[in-house]
């Protein structure tokens, strides 16, 4: 028989995002972990910037133990409700593409060069018949 555990929306868990009322979420699973905050070798913080959304990546990046997965089982207390998640809109994907505008001198240099370089060649080769 199925265990039933408590379902929490990611509205309800990002709720949950200071050094006294810590909650994250990794690969689907709620943790509670503001009781643990001081006592993380990567400091609060690190576990601050994650909160109000999957951090699956950045823990598996971090490159935890077994010790620490196991010792992360023990500040479980639901799963995230898949029917609440929500889509992030389109517009807040151009919010971090860069536009051509933006980019820096270096990414406009070296084309450039190359353009510069061969229309010289060009124009010495043509010369030269």
């Known amino acids: 028989m199925p265990t039933l555990t408590k379902l929490y929306s990611m509205k309800e868990v990002s709720e949950h995002n200071s050094k006294r009322d810590c909650w994250v979420v990794i690969d689907g699973k709620v943790y509670d972990v503001s009781t643990y905050l001081n006592e993380h070798p990567g400091g609060d913080d690190v576990v601050l910037e994650v909160t109000g959304k999957d951090s699956i990546e950045e823990f598996e990046d971090a490159g935890h133990s077994e010790e620490a997965r196991e010792l992360l089982e023990t500040f ?32 406009w240099a070296i084309p450039v060069a190359v353009v510069g370089i061969s229309m010289v060649v060009g124009f010495l080769y043509l010369r030269k018949r």
Request: proline share 12%.
């Open 76 to 107: 479980f207390i639901g799963e995230l409700d898949p029917s609440a998640t929500t889509i992030p809109e389109a517009s807040s994907r151009e919010d971090t593409v860069a536009k051509p505008k933006e980019w820096p001198l270096q990414y």
